[in-house]
């Protein structure tokens, strides 16, 4: 059983920047980790994960602003979040898979002036 506790988040303004924190509890190096964000009304898509063996996939919509990276030895994940635009609000979730997936509960990120 792998529990993700998420940190971060909050309110920014468009333009500024916000950095997502996860961490898991496993013992085990975990294969996957990443962010899927949902917003209201529409269906929870990928944002960015990665691999332990750093090999990162990235949603269009955050390319060229998004960074993904990763602490295998402390199964924790970081996305600094850079450029936030209003569309970017949504809750964020944190997103690990070790055999099965596993989801953090949540946090709110809202871009607005």
């Known amino acids: 059983q792998v529990q993700l506790v998420e940190s971060g988040g909050g309110l920014a303004q468009p333009g500024g920047s916000l950095t997502l924190s996860c961490a898991a509890s496993?013992?085990?190096?975990?294969?996957?980790m990443g962010w899927y964000r949902q917003a209201p009304g529409k269906q929870r898509e990928l944002v960015a994960r990665?691999?332990?063996?750093?090999?990162?996939t990235d949603a269009d919509s955050v390319k060229g602003r998004f960074i993904i990276a990763r602490d295998n030895a402390q199964n924790t994940v970081h996305l600094q979040m850079n450029s936030l635009k209003p569309e970017d609000t949504a809750v964020y979730y944190c997103?690990?898979?070790?055999?099965?997936?596993?989801w953090g509960q949540g946090t709110q990120v809202t871009v607005s002036s």
């Open positions: 997103y690990a898979w070790a055999y099965r997936d596993y």
């Open positions: 496993a013992s085990f190096s975990i294969a996957v």
């Open positions: 990665i691999t332990a063996g750093g090999m990162s």
